[in-house]
């Protein structure tokens, strides 16, 4: 690369991420690519992680920090958007792990493949608690957080959706950016409507990205209850976007319930059914110790009930759109 290579502008929404965002600023800053601008879009946090951004920027005349007073992280995306002067736009989170060459290799794709949106993989940053280690190994899982291939890997090449990515920013801005009214599901939404449009979704599987896996179940929960909920609000727009990956665990609360109704012993069987398939998935990554085997098997059994029973809350209730802030 040289200094005349495209102006990239990477983009952070965050909220209250004072405890990373000052190292994840750091592997920005480190990046070997030589021309990038940092826009960091805030949702009004109550911590130190304005003050960090400050300081960055006062030291270094790429970064800005700007407000996103609609809070959501797509607001913050589109706030980060409407500033943007970069050709193209990485987008990363205010803990995100990234290596030295993670911007030059994004352009590089891009360019070689024409692509609208390049992604990598999600890697787990290594953390000592088992349960921690047992929630990453379901993300990573087919029978955890599904086939997705960013999450289990595999061959680069045309994909449904990326974590993250990278994007040609007039491609974004024809498209409207990201959607704000389908809860914390705004990048397969962009990347189903890129894809709707005739855009190519690429994945290279050397591109990866760290990301802090939830260190508690209860923060699990919490986390898949939002993401079906998300993506029932999201199915009101795009009801073709809706894949039998989905489709199967959305049903369970319901199949219980019904069960429940009919017999108790068949939705026991069920529920039991359920913990022995994931417990087999799991029994299968040999790699790892037995009690993050485990560990793992009640994460994805957590996981999956959550997203049912958010999916159908969405359903009634759709996860609420960006506000307008003050």
């Known amino acids: 690369m040289t200094s005349g290579s495209p102006l990239v502008s990477v983009v952070l929404p ?7 965002i000052d190292g994840a600023l750091g592997r920005v800053a480190s990046q070997s690519y030589p021309n990038f601008e940092v826009l960091v879009a ?3 946090s109550l911590d130190a992680t304005r003050s960090i951004v400050e300081q960055w920027a006062g030291r270094d005349g790429r970064f800005r920090l700007l407000d996103n007073p609609r809070r959501l992280q797509s607001a913050g995306l589109n706030t ?4 943007a002067r970069g050709d193209y736009l990485v987008r990363l989170d205010g803990h995100s792990f990234i290596d030295d060459e993670y911007v030059g290799r994004c352009v590089s794709v891009l360019e070689s493949t024409g692509a609208d949106v390049v992604g990598g993989i999600m890697v787990p940053v290594p953390t000592p608690s088992v349960v921690a280690q047992g929630i990453a190994l379901a993300n990573r899982s087919s029978w955890g957080a599904g086939p997705a291939r960013f999450h289990t890997g595999g061959e680069s090449g045309p994909a449904e959706t990326v974590y993250l990515g990278s994007f040609r920013t007039d491609r974004v801005r024809q498209l409207g950016g990201w959607s704000e009214n389908v809860g914390i599901n705004e990048d397969f939404d962009l990347n189903h409507r890129i894809r709707s449009s005739g855009g190519l979704v690429w994945l290279d599987v050397d591109l ?8 508690t179940y209860r923060a699990l929960v919490r986390q898949y209850l939002r993401y079906g909920r998300s993506k029932a609000t999201m199915l009101r727009g795009q009801p073709d ?14 199949a219980t319930i019904v069960g429940l109704v009919g017999s108790r012993r068949l939705a026991a069987a069920g529920v039991l059914a359920h913990g022995t398939g994931v417990a087999i998935g799991a029994s299968r990554a040999r790699e790892v110790d037995p009690g993050v085997r485990l560990a793992g098997s009640v994460a994805a059994w957590l996981m999956h009930w959550a997203w049912s029973i958010g999916f159908w809350w969405g359903a009634i209730s759709p996860f609420p759109p960006a506000h307008g802030g003050d």
């Open 241 to 254: 976007s809706l894949r039998l990956r989905q489709l199967l665990p959305s049903l369970m609360a319901p």
């Open 208 to 215: 990866e990205v760290g990301y802090q896996p939830r260190k």
């Open 14 to 20: 965050v909220l209250d991420e004072e405890a990373d």
């Open 80 to 83: 980060a958007l409407a500033e």
């Open 42 to 44: 805030d949702g009004g």
